[in-house]
């Protein structure tokens, strides 16, 4: 194994330097594969940001970078479970981190290169002691790491091939259009050659012939330049029909890039927005916008070299090459045209940083960022093109509707696109812009508009809510170039702009609902006016997209068909807008449960341990035939600032009986864990004997199993005794006279011990269970 090998370069093999060595395993470490962490670094910026998520407070990415190929070759699962596999696996990532640190001494590169020594002491510093930790987190790591490349490949689908083939073909014509553009320069640059040797003869060798032979002989010379003549006309019109079929050619991948491969691209945007892991990378479109748009360029500069050359040398055939050459200059430059407006896109919607996670939502007074590129990434325009941002440019909606709100952006400079980015592209970032509202016109002008246009009466009348109210930023250039001039502009997808962050959750539905219909230019700003319905099978897709953002799991079909049976009541199948969010609709009690998740439950959503969604009779009947102490985690159908609660089932004296227990909140689980409080929750009896009714989670996986790796056996904010302001006090104090809460059990908080309980066994007597006092008592480190 490579791995084992980098332990011998410590000591050194016979006869073989151990930097040597080192050089060596390192260059063929890298050769030999493309480790899992350079396929993620190849993903869209919102898996990324699942990747992100996974290592965020338990484990430096930069190690992880650093070290990937290493990482990826030891057998974590083994060593998670295994204390000497833990220690081999460790000490061999040190002993690789002191070569390299050794290595970067000896080239005097310390500075130059990753801090190999921060990593050796982070890695000592908090794994020595316990390796075992190291290999759960690294094990753990790199298993939703593989989840999150095959959600991507799932999410592309079976299409990804079909995709990956058409892409294939378009760059067989985009380097077949290259190749063609290669023999047209060559012919026009013998062209070159032809007439000037023929200008040669016809201004040098008549006179020759004239003096040395005579006039008898001067016909032989006509002759002769008769026949290069000739030649020379063929060739061009050969060289002619050349530029019309690489036209021809280039007009097919003009408009497949520009009516097809673009607006595919924007369509995936527009799902990406919203949480599907589609991929958006620009990295195709540029290079054939690029390729093609500089093939364009050099035609019309042969077209040039033929005109001027025609011009040069006075050839006869110019009356009869003119015309056509100046319709193939014309219909170079109409595609030339054609392709670069279509250039310039938004590559980032707008987002502010406070909501990564959701873009298109914009907040007055905060700002955002929006970045641009101009797609023929080509030295000529380099600095040549400045972009200017306008807010709802040419909408007609801030005219004619009633309330329709205004804004102007702060900070709204123009920004030249250059090549400073990484990747060499045309790129302009707005990273300062933020929205002022600007101040209601009076009654004057709706009025004069009405006795202008009776027409748009009913529109005067309209009145949108703020987070149904949609409006664009348009980026506006202009191009000139070689005779080419052309406008061009690039418009944001709509926006909701808010003012308050009460407004948020109402936002994000009103984008997910705009983006997942399939929309045209020029887009409906008034779509919520009377908007569309959304099919079951659209609005399933974008509400899993959610979870997986999110918590980094999509929703099952099981999860999904508990809520298709809460949302859809339309005989069709349909979900309407003011089911799903106006009027305290289902989506605030989903954005409820997404905040809980965010907040307090990513790793056990993650792992699968949370059903969720599942109703009460539904619980019931897959818990009534499961073992004593069989529970599962739901959230609450009432609490619709997301809550959890979980239900387990008990068998006694023939009759089985499933409780459940109040929902913790949001609140509550800031104070204390769900598996601290899984782990340390028990039933008190009347004579206060206690016993812990939770064993394992459904279906039959030991409560430990599931949850162990996240016990931490303290709640920081509770003392002995508790004080009357604590918190948890307070809950212990108005829990503790409350009966069942709609059918759920009560519990109370009881402060004693320092040390958790072990786990009960799976034979807990379970014999009078009912005549106890049921309550939920939390531990201070341990739980009565």
Same mark, same amino acid.
């Given at each position: ?59 430096? /990415? @930069?190690?992880?970078?650093? +070290? ?5 070759? #030891?057998?974590? &699962? =083994?060593? !998670? ?61 790199? /298993? @939703?790491?593989?989840?999150? +490349? ?5 999410? #592309?689908?079976? &299409? =990804?091939? !079909? ?622």
């Amino acid at each position: 194994m490579i791995h084992n090998a980098l332990c011998y370069g410590s000591i050194g093999l016979s006869g073989f330097p151990s930097v040597l060595l080192f050089r060596l395993v390192t260059l063929l470490v890298f050769l030999l594969q493309m480790s899992q962490w350079q396929e993620l670094l190849r993903l869209d910026p919102a898996l990324q940001g699942q990747v992100s998520q996974l290592y965020e407070k338990r484990f430096p /990415r @930069e190690i992880r970078h650093c +070290l990937c190929i290493l990482i990826e070759s #030891q057998d974590w &699962d =083994s060593a !998670a479970v295994d204390e000497n596999k833990a220690s081999t696996c460790f000490y061999t990532l040190l002993v690789y981190l002191e070569e390299q640190w050794n290595l970067s001494m000896q080239e005097n590169s310390i500075l130059q290169g990753p801090d190999f020594s921060g990593m050796k002491n982070y890695l000592l510093r908090h794994f020595q002691d316990n390796p075992l930790n190291l290999a759960k987190i690294l094990s753990d790591c790199l /298993r @939703e790491e593989s989840k999150i +490349l095959a959600s991507s490949s799932k999410a #592309q689908g079976c &299409d =990804s091939s !079909a995709m990956e083939q058409k892409w294939r073909e378009l760059d067989n014509k985009v380097n077949e259009l290259q190749r063609q553009s290669l023999e047209v320069k060559k012919e026009i640059k013998s062209l070159e050659a032809l007439n000037e040797k023929l200008d040669f003869i016809q201004k040098t060798w008549q006179s020759q012939v004239e003096h040395w032979i005579g006039l008898a002989q001067s016909s032989v010379v006509e002759e002769e330049c008769l026949k290069r003549a000739n030649f020379i006309t063929q060739t061009k019109q050969m060289a002619l029909q050349q530029i019309v079929n690489i036209l021809t050619l280039a007009e097919q991948i003009v408009l497949t890039i520009t009516d097809v491969e673009l607006p595919e691209w924007k369509r995936r945007q527009q799902l990406a927005c919203i949480g599907s892991p589609a991929d958006t990378s620009l990295d195709h479109l540029q290079k054939w916008f690029s390729m093609v748009a500089d093939v364009l360029l050099r035609v019309r500069e042969q077209l040039q070299k033929l005109q001027d050359q025609n011009e040069k040398y006075s050839s006869t055939d110019v009356s009869t090459l003119s015309a056509p050459m100046a319709e193939i200059e014309k219909f170079a430059l109409c595609l030339l045209t054609k392709l670069l407006s279509n250039a310039l896109v938004v590559e980032k919607q707008p987002v502010m940083s406070s909501l990564p996670q959701r873009p298109l939502i914009l907040k007055t007074g905060v700002r955002f960022t929006v970045t641009l590129r101009f797609l023929a990434n080509l030295p000529e325009f380099k600095c040549l093109l400045k972009v200017k941002p306008v807010f709802d440019k040419d909408v007609d909606e801030a005219k004619t509707v009633k309330g329709f709100r205004q804004f102007d952006i702060n900070w709204a400079d123009s920004k030249v696109l250059d090549m400073d980015t990484p990747d060499g592209g045309l790129v302009a970032e707005f990273g300062h812009m933020s929205l002022k509202e600007r101040k209601a016109k009076g009654k004057g002008t709706n009025e004069s508009l009405l006795l202008l246009k009776p027409s748009l009466f009913l529109l005067h009348q309209s009145r949108l809510g703020v987070t149904e109210e949609l409006h664009i930023i348009k980026f506006a250039t202009g191009l000139q170039h070689a005779g080419l001039k052309c406008d061009i502009e690039a418009s944001s997808l709509p926006v909701v702009v808010i003012s308050s962050t009460n407004q948020v959750p109402s936002a994000w539905a009103s984008v997910m609902w705009c983006n997942t219909l399939p929309t045209s230019e020029p887009r409906n700003l008034l779509l919520f006016e009377d908007p569309p319905p959304l099919t079951w099978q659209q609005l399933s897709k974008v509400l899993s997209w959610q979870f997986l953002t999110i918590g980094q799991r999509e929703l099952d079909k099981n999860q999904l068909s508990t809520l298709r049976d809460k949302i859809v009541d339309d005989p069709n199948g349909l979900v309407h807008w003011n089911k799903f969010s106006k009027n305290d609709g289902v989506w605030i009690w989903i954005d409820g449960i997404l905040d809980l998740i965010k907040k307090h439950l990513v790793d056990l959503w993650r792992d699968g341990s949370i059903m969720g969604f599942v109703s009460r009779k539904k619980t019931q009947v897959l818990l009534e035939k499961k073992q004593t102490g069989t529970f599962l985690l739901r959230f609450s159908e009432t609490n619709r600032d997301g809550a959890i609660t979980f239900s387990w089932v008990e068998h006694s004296n023939g009759e089985t009986r499933v409780h459940a227990v109040e929902p913790y909140s949001k609140q509550e689980l800031a104070a204390i864990s769900l598996p601290d409080i899984i782990y340390q929750y028990s039933l008190r009896a009347q004579k206060n004997m206690t016993r812990h009714p939770l064993l394992y989670l459904y279906p039959d996986i030991h409560k430990d199993k599931a949850f162990g790796r996240y016990y931490t056996g303290i709640v920081s904010c509770l003392t002995f005794p508790p004080r009357p302001n604590d918190f948890i006090y307070q809950m212990l104090k108005c829990q503790h006279t409350k009966k069942d809460v709609d059918g759920y059990v009560n519990r109370r908080l009881v402060c004693f011990s320092d040390t958790p309980p072990p786990s009960p066994h799976r034979e807990t007597d379970v014999k009078g269970v009912m005549d106890m006092e049921t309550d939920t008592s939390w531990w201070a480190g341990g739980v009565q």
